[in-house]
């Protein structure tokens, strides 16, 4: 079981408001709702301060309910203001209700909760705001250095001196991360963790925009969605029959292009799979430019070094 939280402030009482946070916590509560295929993922509660109280006592409930419980995976997203308070070296998440000078919520408290949810196996936190980089920061340690609880994964909008900005309907961050989950994070076998959105993200920001920060003490990371896959698993798991060696180099003549008089449908079949192969650089092929060249010369096709990669996952049988 998967449960989320999607928190969006647009509205405040004492301080001046965003634009779209709001849209920001709906949209991805939309798309971690489901798999690409329409297979339920997370079950989320969307808090917005267009319908709901956002108060400093209401979001401390709504979030320490997040992180109690048994289940697979707790997640909590945030779009609204943000800051590093110095004089308590802490960073916090402003509610609705905040004022100058005021009490927000603690990163600290809710890393706490998080750890204290000993029934949830992994706690995934997500916050599009400013200055949330320092997000798990161990006082008293030079560098800024981090303690992180076990099964706890942080993903920030920008570093702890840092601003989150909004464009487009959404903030910069989660605009990036709706791309990533729809999929231009996902691997060939068409899962999205946290780890690909991450470097979907940092590679998509510039060294003079803002920077996301990602920290994790995790040892295996849980997809975040899953779309369609660029190759279909009964292909994968063909690599090791077609490859016995990593080394291995599969002959190829004009019999595997459809195009040839001596075309052989059989043989056109494992080409078309390994030419799909080919366009997602499992394959390439030898002393030719395109997989053609290399049927029709009868040279022959072989592993990438991802090809290799996904060759002993078959082997394995992690697909």
């Known amino acids: 079981m998967r449960k989320g939280l999607f928190i969006g402030i647009n509205h405040y009482a004492h301080v001046s408001p965003l634009s779209g946070c709001n849209n920001d916590a709906m949209a991805?509560?939309?798309?971690?709702?489901?798999?690409?295929?329409?297979?339920?993922?997370?079950?989320?509660?969307?808090?917005?301060?267009?319908?709901?109280?956002?108060?400093?006592?209401?979001?401390?409930?709504?979030?320490?309910?997040?992180?109690?419980?048994?289940?697979?995976?707790?997640?909590?997203?945030?779009?609204?203001?943000?800051?590093?308070?110095?004089?308590?070296?802490?960073?916090?998440?402003?509610?609705?209700?905040?004022?100058?000078?005021?009490?927000?919520?603690?990163?600290?408290?809710?890393?706490?909760?998080?750890?204290?949810?000993?029934?949830?196996?992994?706690?995934?936190?997500?916050?599009?705001?400013?200055?949330?980089?320092?997000?798990?920061?161990m006082r008293g340690l030079r560098g800024g250095s981090s303690v992180i609880g076990e099964g706890m994964t942080i993903l920030t909008a920008c570093k702890k001196d840092q601003v989150a900005l909004e464009g487009r309907g959404h903030g910069v961050f989660t605009d990036l991360l709706l791309q990533a989950l729809h999929g231009g994070a996902a691997n060939v076998l068409g899962k999205v963790t946290p780890g690909s959105v991450y470097s979907f993200v940092d590679n998509a920001l510039g060294a003079w925009e803002q920077r996301p920060v990602f920290k994790t003490n995790v040892s295996q990371f849980v997809p975040l969605r899953e779309v369609t896959p660029l190759i279909a698993e009964e292909t994968l798991r063909k690599l090791k029959d077609w490859f016995p060696e990593p080394s291995h180099v599969f002959a190829l003549d004009p019999s595997y292009e459809p195009t040839e008089t001596s075309f052989d449908p059989d043989h056109g079949e494992v080409f078309a799979q390994l030419q799909k192969c080919n366009r997602h650089s499992l394959i390439e092929p030898v002393d030719a430019e395109h997989m053609y060249y290399a049927a029709i010369h009868s040279t022959g096709c072989r592993l990438t070094a991802l090809g290799a990669y996904y060759r002993e996952l078959a082997i394995k049988g992690h697909f």
Not at 43 to 50: E, F, M, Q, R
Not at 83 to 106: H, K, N, V
Request: charged share 20%.
């Open 28 to 137: 991805m509560a939309s798309v971690l709702e489901r798999h690409a295929n329409g297979r339920p993922n997370f079950s989320s509660k969307v808090l917005t301060s267009a319908e709901d109280d956002l108060s400093l006592t209401a979001m401390k409930q709504h979030i320490q309910s997040l992180f109690s419980g048994d289940c697979d995976v707790a997640l909590l997203y945030f779009a609204g203001h943000g800051q590093f308070d110095t004089s308590i070296d802490e960073g916090l998440l402003i509610p609705q209700d905040f004022a100058p000078g005021g009490d927000g919520i603690r990163i600290s408290d809710i890393l706490s909760w998080a750890d204290n949810a000993p029934h949830i196996k992994n706690k995934i936190i997500i916050l599009d705001c400013c200055q949330a980089g320092a997000a798990a920061a």
